[in-house]
């Protein structure tokens, strides 16, 4: 039997979902973000006892594929956004290929259920991830562009303007002045 839970975004997800299935001694098969596979079918009453065990983690136990393939596809963002240096594929194919569905359908989907498009999405990440690197990480715009696969430092720098409404140098400052002592208060 097939569980979808709503809000799985990590690896920590699936150890929390695996644990309450055990818990409730059911025999997971196997736990991807969305969704767990279960070797018997679950009763109602240890269906409630696994949405109330979750749901304090704030993950939700949903009855249909659909209801959870948004937050697929968002967790599927990030994961690509985070591991930009060794994506291979574009978006699109690497989507279609991890959900096994047409990525127009996923893209339909995803912009009637979120009221923006997955390329919208994964640009606010991406520029998420900028701003983390600007600040946090001593890399030139260069450097990030090409950790990031932009095609290059002007598209970088003309997307974080267009999005943030601010050059991406005024964040590298942020850095600087990011921590004051004590003694500067």
Known sequence: MKLYIRNMACESCKVLVK?????????PLKVDLGEAEIKE???????EQFAAAIKKAGLELVRTKEGVLADQIKALVAEYVNNSEKNKVNLSTYLSRKLHYDYGYLSSYFSAMQANTIEQYAIALRIEKVKEMLVLEDLTLSQIADKLN????????????????????????????RRKTIQDL
């Open 150 to 177: 932009y095609s290059s430092v002007a598209h970088l720098s003309s997307q974080f303007r267009k999005v943030t409404g601010l050059p991406a140098s005024h964040f590298k400052k942020l850095r600087s002045v």
């Open 19 to 27: 644990e309450e299935l055990e818990k409730l001694k059911l025999h």
């Open 41 to 47: 079918k679950i009763p109602e009453k240890k269906q």
